[in-house]
């Protein structure tokens, strides 16, 4: 692939995520989970904190600006601004595949700049699926990440025009990877969803958190059949497993053995408080902070979206009787509907009983 695809398909990326939105009628999952508002809980709003961990890293927040850019000169600003934010707030970031960088150093500097300004917290990198030991230490050497991410992207890559066909080894690198590059790895869907048995082998490779890139937000098919200036037929926006459901699936399976990022439309704080109380141990989101660092007077409106976020998880956590969300995820959680259905014909009905019963 030459340089001037990857960078234009980096540009193509963000016009195609701020053209399309989110997609119409399709849904995370999370409508079906219900937390108990406690009537008197006994909790001061200055002793609640929102700190969690992700592979033995305190993040101060749960919110992860999850990987969606850098590679090309029009995409700097981009990553300057959401590295700000990033600072100001204490969130963990994502840098989008490193592939660009690495094959052209001249726009190296539009990942190393969210490093440069957040100089003390927690980045992330990534690289696809196949990708092998010694490029993966280069991705996180490029901006001295503390964690790496392995994207899995087969849909994205079938629609893709420039997209591989061939996805035989990707597991055996991951592996390798896990063992050799010296930082923890994520093992990271695009938008699909993971399932429980798909999370076995990936912890079984050896990644220590698994995020799992649901349903329901920005939709990679859909990305690359923008670009092609294509039409796909309707079931392919409904195509995969919605966060929701891949959330309760990943966990159910591996318990504590690995860490988990819910993805995949999480758009409001309520989506976060339901996720860390499946067991999340943080949340991804991307597509709703390129769209608003992108419009006028987008770092304002981006940094309102981030405190109000951050206000209505505090005051979720006060009215369930919760001073953080390690307190969150003992109490009940209630799955109805469709997804209770899904998880109790996975065989997971054990796992959703448990969790929804009076302690």
């Known amino acids: 692939m030459t340089r001037d695809v990857r960078q234009r398909r980096k540009v193509e990326h963000v016009h195609a995520v701020?053209?399309?939105g989110d997609p119409a009628g399709v849904s995370n999952g999370f409508e079906c989970v219900s937390l108990l508002p406690c009537s008197a809980p006994e909790v001061a709003w200055g002793d609640v904190s929102l700190a969690t961990e992700l592979c033995g890293k305190r993040l101060e927040s749960p919110i992860i600006i999850n990987a969606m850019t850098g590679g090309a000169d029009e995409v700097y600003d981009i990553n300057r601004k959401l590295a700000q934010a990033a600072k100001r707030f204490g969130l963990a970031m994502a840098l989008g595949s490193a592939s660009a960088g690495l094959s052209s150093p001249e726009v190296a500097y539009t990942y190393r700049v969210v490093r440069e300004i957040h100089q003390d917290?927690?980045?992330?990198?990534n690289v696809g699926m196949g990708t092998g030991v010694e490029r993966a230490r280069k991705a996180v050497e490029l901006v001295r990440a503390d964690l790496l991410q392995v994207h899995f992207n087969a849909a994205q890559e079938l629609f893709m025009a420039e997209g591989d066909r061939d996805f035989r080894g990707a597991l055996p690198a991951l592996a390798e990877v896990a063992q050799g590059v010296g930082v923890p790895v994520i093992a990271k869907e695009v938008g699909q969803g993971i399932s429980a048995e798909d999370a076995v082998r990936f912890a079984d490779a050896g990644a220590r958190a698994i995020d799992v890139g649901g349903l329901g937000g920005t939709n990679f098919i859909a990305v690359e059949a923008w670009r092609r200036g294509a039409e796909i037929d309707e079931f392919w926006h409904q195509w995969g497993l919605p966060t929701a459901a891949s959330l309760c699936?990943?966990?159910?399976?591996l318990g504590d053995r690995a860490d988990v990022i819910a993805s995949g439309g999480i758009r409001t704080a309520l989506d976060v408080a339901k996720a860390m109380a499946l067991g999340a141990n943080a949340v991804g989101i991307a597509g709703p902070l390129v769209r608003l660092v992108t419009q006028p007077n987008g770092e304002e409106q981006l940094n309102r979206f981030i405190e109000e976020m951050h206000f209505g998880l505090r005051a979720l956590l006060v009215l369930t009787g919760c001073r953080n969300f390690s307190d969150l995820?003992?109490?009940?959680?209630?799955?109805?509907?469709?997804?209770?259905?899904?998880?109790?014909?996975?065989?997971?009905?054990?796992?959703?009983?448990?969790?929804g019963r009076v302690t």
């Open 18 to 20: 701020q053209s399309l």
């Open 121 to 125: 917290g927690v980045v992330i990198a």
């Open 249 to 253: 699936e990943v966990k159910a399976v």
């Open 329 to 355: 995820r003992g109490k009940p959680v209630v799955v109805l509907g469709w997804l209770r259905e899904w998880l109790e014909a996975r065989g997971l009905k054990a796992w959703v009983d448990a969790r």
